[in-house]
T-cell receptor, first 111, second 114 residues
């Protein structure tokens, strides 16, 4: 059963780069890693998805090593509005349609 | 506007009184799911559905029922609610089963069982 593990919380100053790592040791061969952002009392929203190596979009980068047992979400030059909970998401196992969120990482950006 | 609509947004009920939280999506998505969110526990999947009449248990299905008679609707039923089901509930849908991309979440339903 693919399970994800993330740090519970992180603090960062405005303007710094933030890296959040998620461990997913049992990820299935064909599964992607997806990251979501959640603000209080709102549903999570999609940030980025990747399968291997590096993916970059307008808000973040995702680094996935060759063994795919972990992934790192990188947020460049964070601002106060990036204060949120960040989740990584993988399928529960090979052939599974169960999508498992981790407990999330609460990122606090300090002025 | 493409969206997932949950109702009600807030609900206070008493132990044992059956209730239904509705969820509807207008994006023709195949995959729909219910999650509950509790402090310190993150998002935990209750049930999911891969298509009409196809549902399966998530991490915490006890005390809940679902049905998928139409593609757009995925109601969550609590036959006999208990205080430990007090939580924030989210419905979500996706066009791509398994991969988690393009998950659209509803605005949430805050349920209190007294």
């Amino acid at each position: 059963l693919a399970k994800t593990t993330q740090p519970i919380s992180m603090d960062s100053y405005e303007g710094q780069e933030v890296n959040i790592t998620c461990s997913h040791n049992n990820i299935a061969t064909n599964d992607y890693i997806t990251w979501y952002q959640q603000f209080p009392s709102q549903g999570p929203r999609f940030i980025i998805q990747g399968y291997k190596t590096k993916v970059t979009n307008e808000v973040a980068s995702l680094f996935i090593p060759a063994d795919r047992k972990s992934s790192t979400l990188s947020l460049p030059r964070v601002s106060l509005s990036d204060t949120a909970v960040y989740y990584c998401l993988v399928a529960a196992g090979a052939g599974s349609y169960q999508l498992t969120f981790g407990k999330g990482t609460k990122l606090s950006v300090i002025p | 506007e493409a969206q997932v609509t949950q109702n009600p947004r807030y609900l206070i009920t008493v132990t044992g009184k059956k209730l239904t939280v509705t969820c509807s999506q207008n994006m023709n998505h195949e995959y729909m799911s219910w999650y509950r969110q509790d402090p310190g526990l993150g998002l935990r999947q209750i049930y999911y559905s891969m298509n009409v009449e196809v549902t399966d248990k998530g991490d915490v299905p006890e005390g809940y029922k679902v049905s998928r008679k139409e593609k757009r609707n995925f109601p969550l039923i609590l036959e006999s609610p208990s205080p430990n089901q007090t939580s924030l509930y989210f419905c979500a849908s996706s066009p791509i089963p398994r991969q988690g991309r393009g998950y659209t979440f509803g605005s949430g339903t805050r349920l209190t069982v007294v």
